[in-house]
């Protein structure tokens, strides 16, 4: 993998890359200089791209994917069609680009920090395969997951990192309709969803749990069980700032529904997941069966049924029969 970039003031902006399958990884430092910028249109594979690299005319460099300078591009590296599909940025990075992203289709995966300072407009245009995010809290600077989470209007799941522990967060599909009022010869704009109600779970740019966890009857009449069971599972099984109220809400819908949650587990592949949802809720006997009868549709996991099948032998072992003459 090969990155274009050029030299500004004492840092590096990432221009473009070349050579990557895929996912790009893009380094802290270059000949000693820290990244801190992504050019506008720097993924992009159209016209606006070429015109960053003309306007950077000879100033452009070559660095290879560990972060050695190559020297003075003589020959730019020819396009070819790959398309990014997932993005790491190093805690350095302070500034995107506007359209760094435009018409990535095939982009599904963000990881970043959250001290990013500038984020260019129209970042995220014709993304709309991005679903995971993984975000990295920067403590005591102002942070950018808002600026990120409401650019994006699609089903998100996040992966949050912070010095008070891992979480794993759900925020729904956010869209949008325009009605329009004949009498009143008006359009009227209608929100669907409850995606915005929970792209707004913040006071300035610092991400709130309990206004998070507030919503979730909002959620449970506006969107199917597979959303609902993630977004439970992750906090019960990552309980970051989860307030003993919201846990008991949480669990008892957990209960009820415990097939379906596991059902989601194994359509994953996330056999961790499935285990602890054993282990923790497979305390009633028509729940654990329950459990066990999906893990063993279509041989969907022979290790999660053997566990469930174990568990529930230990749980509820048949008594053994006594006589008496």
């Known amino acids: 993998m090969m990155f274009l970039y050029q030299v500004i003031r004492d840092h590096i902006m990432i221009l473009g890359c070349s050579g990557y399958h895929g996912t790009v990884k893009i380094p802290e430092k270059i000949d000693?200089?820290?990244?801190?910028?992504?050019?506008?249109?720097?993924?992009?594979?159209?016209?606006?791209?070429a015109e960053v690299l003309k306007e950077a005319g000879d100033r452009i460099y070559l660095a290879d994917s560990d972060g050695n300078s190559l020297g003075q591009a003589k020959e730019l590296p020819l396009v070819s069609d790959e398309e990014l599909k997932e993005l790491l940025l190093p805690k350095t990075i302070k500034k995107i680009g506007n359209y760094a992203f435009y018409n990535c289709f095939s982009f599904a995966a963000?990881?970043?920090?959250?001290?990013?300072?500038?984020?260019?407009?129209?970042?995220?245009?014709?993304?709309t395969r991005i679903r995971n995010l993984d975000i990295y809290i920067v403590e005591g600077k102002r942070s950018c997951m808002k600026d990120v989470i409401t650019e994006l209007r699609q089903e998100l799941y996040v992966n949050y990192y912070s010095q008070a522990g891992e979480a794993k967060l759900v925020f729904t599909e956010m869209y949008e309709e325009a009605v329009e009022h004949t009498p009143a010869r008006i359009i009227m704009t209608e929100m669907h969803g409850?995606?915005?109600?929970y792209r707004y779970c913040f006071e300035q740019s610092n991400f709130l749990f309990h206004k998070y966890d507030a919503l979730f009857p909002h959620l449970l009449?506006?969107?199917?069980e597979s959303v609902v069971a993630a977004l439970v599972m992750g906090r019960l099984r990552y309980p970051v700032e989860l307030m003993d109220k919201d846990r008991c809400i949480y669990e008892d819908y957990l209960k009820?529904?415990?097939?379906?949650?596991?059902?989601?587990?194994?359509?994953?592949g996330d056999t961790d997941q499935a285990l602890w949802l054993g282990e923790r809720y497979g305390t009633e006997k028509q729940g654990l069966d329950s459990m066990i009868e999906e893990a063993g549709a279509r041989s969907r996991n022979a290790e999660v049924l053997s566990f469930l099948m174990d568990l529930r032998h230990q749980r509820f072992a048949p008594k053994k029969r006594t006589f008496s003459l």
């Open 221 to 224: 009449v506006q969107e199917p």
């Open 110 to 127: 963000l990881s970043f920090y959250s001290s990013i300072e500038d984020i260019g407009s129209g970042l995220f245009t014709g993304c």
């Open 32 to 49: 000693e200089r820290p990244v801190e910028e992504l050019a506008a249109y720097a993924f992009s594979p159209g016209r606006g791209h």
């Open 194 to 197: 409850c995606g915005h109600m």
């Open 256 to 268: 009820e529904h415990v097939k379906g949650a596991m059902k989601l587990s194994l359509e994953n």
